[in-house]
């Protein structure tokens, strides 16, 4: 299986910071890489698929980057309404995977 | 714009089967991925498997002896089955849609499975 490793687990940021995560995958995925955030008790939310693609209705101020097996998401100026736990999931080959999850604060 | 709703029993106990049930509005059921994914207390997330409306399945091989995924056109519906459950398939599932080459664009809002006596 692929494993997925996303750095920090945790961060904590001010508002209007940009915010960069990142997502290692252990093999080459070429660009099936996902990127979706989680609310508590609220279904996630798909961001990015494609490394880089935003889904239709996400804001421009999400962007995804990267190929291989390197990757970030980037939001360009975080606001209260982006407080979630952000994942990524290749799905390159089968068993898809997801990393453990970055649970993005307000400082 | 679509929507998927699980249902299906909250407590189901040791060595029985886990039943859940996706209903999909908004959109057909047809050309898609439809798949379940798990999120026990406190972990990761975890692939469970697809179904492809045409009838293509593929399972985690961890799970795959005791999956079955099906799909009800005539209902807009989709289904999870897990056999011979145990305390570690105690997890909150979700059912998504997945789009060729593009990843998961819809999510449930997941139900809370425990396994126990």
């Known amino acids: 299986d692929i494993q997925m490793t996303q750095s920090p687990s945790s961060l904590s940021a001010s508002v209007g910071d940009r915010v960069t995560i990142t997502c290692r995958a252990s093999?080459?995925?070429?660009?099936?890489l996902a990127w979706f955030r989680q609310k508590p008790g609220k279904a996630p939310k798909s961001l990015i698929y494609?490394?880089?693609s935003l889904r239709s209705g996400v804001p421009s101020k999400f962007s995804g980057s990267g190929s291989g097996t390197d990757f970030t998401l980037t939001i360009s100026s975080l606001q209260p309404e982006d407080i979630a736990t952000y994942y990524c999931?290749?799905?390159?080959?089968?068993?898809?995977?997801f990393g453990q999850g970055t649970k993005l604060e307000i400082k | 714009q679509v929507q998927l709703q699980e249902s299906g029993p909250g407590l189901v106990k040791p060595s029985e089967t886990l039943s859940l049930t996706c209903t999909v509005s908004?959109?057909?059921?047809?050309?898609?991925?439809w798949s379940w994914v798990r999120q026990p207390p406190g972990k990761g997330l975890e692939w469970i498997g697809y179904?492809?409306?045409?009838?293509?399945?593929n399972y985690n091989p961890s799970l795959k002896s005791r999956v079955t995924i099906s799909v009800d056109t005539s209902k807009n519906q989709f289904s999870l089955k897990l056999s011979s459950v145990t305390a570690a398939d105690t997890a909150v599932y979700y059912c998504?849609?997945?789009?060729?080459?593009?990843?998961?664009?819809?999510w449930g809002q997941g139900t809370l499975v425990t396994v126990s006596s």
């Open positions: 998504a849609r997945e789009r060729e080459a593009m990843a998961y664009d819809y």
């Open positions: 908004g959109g057909s059921i047809s050309d898609y991925y």
């Open positions: 179904k492809h409306y045409s009838g293509r399945t």
């Open positions: 093999q080459g995925i070429s660009n099936y």
């Open positions: 494609g490394a880089s």
């Open positions: 999931q290749q799905y390159s080959s089968y068993p898809y995977t």
